[in-house]
């Protein structure tokens, strides 16, 4: 009796330090786990105004091979003002975050938001152009 | 010989729990109070505006053997405006679920505080409804009610209600603006005003309403600064000296129970226009739909307010405009 106890309580052991002893999923400096996939693209954008509703006039155009997101606002939209939304590939992250609302009035200098792939791997930089419906 | 103990008291236990188990509860039916009660309800919710109602229903009763009931009366810490009054009617629901009316006494003229009802029915219990309609002097301050209701026995019974804080905005509803016609708004008078009044009042013009079906662009209804972009303001010529900019953010969603009256319980209060920060905000708002509204900063800073469009007529050009409006 007292031996098979002692063999059950020595298994438990073992099971107890190899589940202990098993690798943890990597995660990155968000707490974000880092998966196998090197896709690296956005499938979609919206764009919110103030009021939270969109200033789309139309679907964006997301070139993919370009790198680049078109959208076309209504007239009298305030780019100062707007709240961008992105839809990644699974796993993939984006990078600067989107914490609030984002000034686009500066169409010179297009801002430009990197896509980051789900192993972390791969980063694609996406440039979102906006122009602005005309009378 | 331990297994036999270990059966024998496994046993027992399993009948101690089926005994324990079985047992009927015996149920205390606590004895009703006879001496004389009451419990109020507020009725009404949201922010307290000045102009609108506080609505309380005070229920009261003693045992029909004991005695009947004399009197109620409701004082106010600050003297309510015109219209205040204890309704004389206790009300109860018939199958319908319509609120039928019985007549039990009759009201006394309000006296400062206090309002009051003489109950001229034998009854024992009665539910009154209480409409303090909120006073100017009460604005921004605390307001309280005590309750009270006496019986024929001499007993009597006082319930608190309160502090109720009174907000400081202001409210107007329905004003109708007309592109050309009547389009001037004004926060600081919360009115409207034609091109020529508001020649008149250069300074205290806030926003121009205007109408424009443009090909290609959606504009319609919109609440543009005098001193916006001439752009979004095809078409208008301001009068002499009206030029403020003033703030504006569109909002959607935000159907203000007060300036909608719908059936959103949805209600701005005045920490909304504390919280408020419109800095960066445009001075325009294009393209405004009915049940849409706009955030208003006046350029003096004096003001900020909420505009609700109850709705808009594209064929007339005009729209119905309600307000509220917090001075800071």
């Known amino acids: 009796m007292v031996k ?32 196998e996939r090197a ?66 009035s500066d169409r010179v200098n297009p801002k430009t938001y990197t896509v980051v792939s789900g192993n972390r791997k791969v980063r694609k930089p996406y440039t979102v152009n906006i122009t602005v419906q005309k009378p | 010989m331990q297994r036999n103990y270990l059966k024998y008291s496994s046993l027992l236990l399993s009948l101690l729990m089926l005994m324990t188990a079985c047992e009927e509860e015996k149920s205390i039916i606590p004895a009703a109070k006879t001496e004389l009660q009451n419990d109020v309800i507020k009725r009404t919710l949201g922010p307290n505006v000045v102009g609108l109602n506080i609505e309380f229903a005070y229920a009261m009763a003693l045992a029909p053997e004991r005695g009947k009931l004399v009197s109620a009366q409701v004082e106010a810490s600050i003297p309510g405006a015109g219209g205040t009054y204890l309704e004389t009617k206790t009300y109860s629901t018939n199958g319908s679920g319509e609120d039928v009316g019985i007549v039990v006494g009759e009201s006394l003229p309000t006296e400062g505080k206090i309002t009051k009802v003489n109950f001229t029915k034998d009854t024992s219990a009665s539910t009154l409804r209480y409409y303090y309609v909120i006073p100017e002097a009460a604005r921004g301050q605390e307001v309280t009610f005590d309750f009270t209701a006496t019986s024929s026995t001499g007993e009597t019974v006082t319930y608190k209600m309160g502090p109720y804080k009174i907000a400081k905005m202001d409210m107007k509803l329905d004003m109708t603006v007309t592109d050309s016609v ?25 926003l121009v309403y205007l109408y424009r079906s443009i090909p290609g662009v959606t504009f319609n209804h919109a609440l543009v600064s005098p001193g916006a972009d001439k752009q979004y303001l095809p078409n208008v010529t301001l009068p002499a000296g009206v030029n403020k900019v003033s703030k504006v953010r569109k909002a959607w969603n935000i159907r203000d129970f ?31 739909r009915a049940e849409s509204g706009a955030w208003v900063e006046t350029a003096d800073s004096k003001y900020r307010a909420y505009i609700y469009v109850n709705s808009v007529n594209n064929n007339g050009k005009s729209a119905r405009i309600s307000i509220k409006r917090y001075a800071l």
């Open chain 1, 4 to 35: 098979y106890s002692k063999i059950a309580i020595a298994l438990l052991l073992a099971l107890v330090v190899w589940v202990g002893c098993t690798p943890e999923f990597p995660v990155d400096e968000d707490g974000l786990l880092i998966t």
């Open chain 1, 39 to 104: 896709e690296c693209y956005v499938s979609n954008f919206e764009l919110l105004g103030p009021d939270f509703q969109t200033v789309r006039t139309k679907n964006a155009e997301i070139d993919t091979v370009a790198q680049t997101i078109n959208v076309e606002v209504f007239y009298g939209t305030d780019l100062r003002n707007l709240y961008p939304q992105f839809s990644l590939v699974t796993d993939a992250k984006l990078d600067p975050k989107i914490t609030g609302k984002v000034d686009f």
């Open chain 2, 182 to 206: 009547a389009s001037y708004i004004s926060i600081a008078d919360m009115a409207v005003y034609s091109a020529a009044e508001a020649a008149t009042k250069a300074d205290k013009i806030d």
């Open chain 2, 258 to 288: 007060h300036l909608a009256r719908l059936q959103y319980g949805v209600y701005i209060d005045d920490l909304d226009f504390e919280k408020l920060d419109l800095t960066e905000s445009a001075n325009y708002a294009i393209n405004m």
